[in-house]
């Protein structure tokens, strides 16, 4: 089962009060909704997820542990209109943990493992029309490279995206293990056991395939604008990509605009929304990368609304 990433971490960030309202943007298997929800006694949870199995798995186990909670079946994109369907304009806290979790990787017929052979897929959510059988059969030779690139940051891209354009000619890429043989058959085999390209290339389709920094780029005003005074944002990275948009964001909006630095008085509408609580990013310690490699990578950043 799914092991939450830095959990004490996040949930002490959190500052929670028992009476306050928190979101919890991303509620996959309620690793981090549990333990929000059981330091809640008037308060209220909010979680958002569009994947059903996760919706109806957490909904279970939260359920033995209070009622003051609800999931909304929805991307955290639709956050701002979602909580204002429920009468909600201003919450206490937000956590965004943007790791995919361990269920929907180990479920082979999800398509997200190059380690087990499923149909190309990597929807979080089924009903999309999008996926990643559409991603590498149809996209151009351009398109591919350049998701490739920006998105796994894979030297060999271009190499790999010709591969594909020449071997689909032939006949459609169907499966998870066509796909990792094709980028091994492109490489070669030193480097493709040196350097894993196959992580990389399957990390930049799920990221297309999902839209997922456009979607973080979008949500994170949005969040900032929902916080009461004195509420926190938390958020779990787990690629460079993520973590460089989240801090470009977060230091627009602790930041004072050149403009009026140095003013005696900074007038209110260029006055900062929020202030830093880690100027550097907290990262997992040792025992936790021991005991769960899929935190090797995770960065934690939080901000409070000022």
């Known amino acids: 089962m799914h092991k939450s990433v830095m959990l004490n971490e996040t949930i002490s960030a959190l500052n929670i009060k028992d009476d306050g309202i928190y979101v919890d943007a991303t509620l996959g298997y309620a690793g981090h909704s549990s333990e929000i929800l059981k330091r809640l006694k008037r308060g209220r949870l909010f979680a958002f997820d569009q994947d059903e199995e996760a919706r109806n798995y957490s909904f279970e186990k939260l359920a033995k542990i209070n009622s003051q909670f609800k999931i909304l079946p929805y991307n955290f ?101 066509e796909l990792v043989e094709i980028i091994r058959n492109s490489v070669g085999e030193k480097y493709f056991n040196l350097y894993h390209p196959e992580r990389k290339i399957f990390q930049a389709i799920r990221i297309e395939v999902n839209d997922e920094l456009n979607v973080i780029k979008q949500v994170l005003p949005d969040a900032i604008s929902l916080l009461k005074k004195g509420g926190r944002i938390v958020i779990l990275t787990f690629h460079s990509l993520e973590d460089r948009i989240v801090k470009q964001i977060f230091k627009k909006y602790s930041d004072v605009p050149e403009i009026v630095k140095g003013l005696p008085e900074i007038p209110e509408e260029y006055k900062p929304l929020i202030k830093l609580v880690n100027k550097k990013p907290i990262l997992p310690s040792i025992d936790e990368i021991n005991k769960n490699s899929r935190s090797k990578s995770a960065k934690l950043r939080i901000v409070e609304r000022i």
Not at 117 to 137: C, T
Not at 154 to 164: D, N
């Open 77 to 177: 994109v639709n956050m701002k209109k979602a909580l204002q369907k429920e009468k909600i304009d201003l919450i206490d806290g937000i956590l965004f943990d943007l790791g995919v979790s361990s269920p929907q990787i180990d479920n082979k017929e999800r398509g997200f493992s190059f380690m087990q052979d499923a149909p190309l897929d990597m929807r979080m959510n089924k009903n999309n029309e999008k996926s990643a059988f559409e991603v590498i059969n149809s996209y151009s030779e351009k398109k591919l490279l350049e998701i490739f690139f920006n998105y796994g940051e894979e030297r060999k891209s271009k190499i790999i995206a010709e591969k594909i354009i020449q071997k689909r000619s032939q006949k459609e890429i169907r499966t998870t293990l």
